[in-house]
Nanobody, 119 residues
Framework: QVQLVESGGGLVRAGDSLTLSCVASGRTSSIYIMGWFRQAPGKEREFVATITRRGGSASYADSVKGRFTISRDNAKNTMYLQMNSLNPEETAVYYC????????????WGQGTQVTVSS
């Protein structure tokens, strides 16, 4: 009942910045938490950051604290991830996800957007 579409990925050099966007549609008012996850080739998907839709409370993985900023604009049904000082090891497919109120898991996922950081 919630659909997500990511955009903004691309090729950047180490130390550069990039901003990802995620547009939600459907029953967006039912969303409790939205977040960003990433998956590098051959590795497990990992948590990057989350934000609550109503209060804007953010959480970050330790590896990105101080460099990444998650935000949302509820009027636009859009979530963002501002990524600064990118490292080559952060090359991955970045996914947008949403957890609705009363749901146990993140049940809605975008198609992913590729972020490649060259050395």
């Amino acid at each position: 009942q919630v659909q997500l579409v990511e955009s903004g990925g691309g090729l950047v050099r180490a130390g550069d910045s990039l901003t990802l966007s995620c547009v939600a549609s459907g029953r967006t008012s039912s969303i409790y938490i939205m977040g960003w996850f990433r998956q590098a080739p051959g590795k497990e998907r990992e948590f990057v950051a989350t934000i609550t839709r109503r209060g804007g409370s953010a959480s970050y993985a330790d590896s990105v604290k101080g460099r990444f900023t998650i935000s949302r604009d509820n009027a636009k049904n859009t979530m963002y991830l501002q990524m600064n000082s990118l490292n080559p090891e952060e090359t991955a497919v970045y996914y947008c996800a949403a957890k609705v109120i009363a749901a146990a898991d993140f049940g809605s996922w975008g198609q992913g957007t590729q972020v490649t950081v060259s050395s």
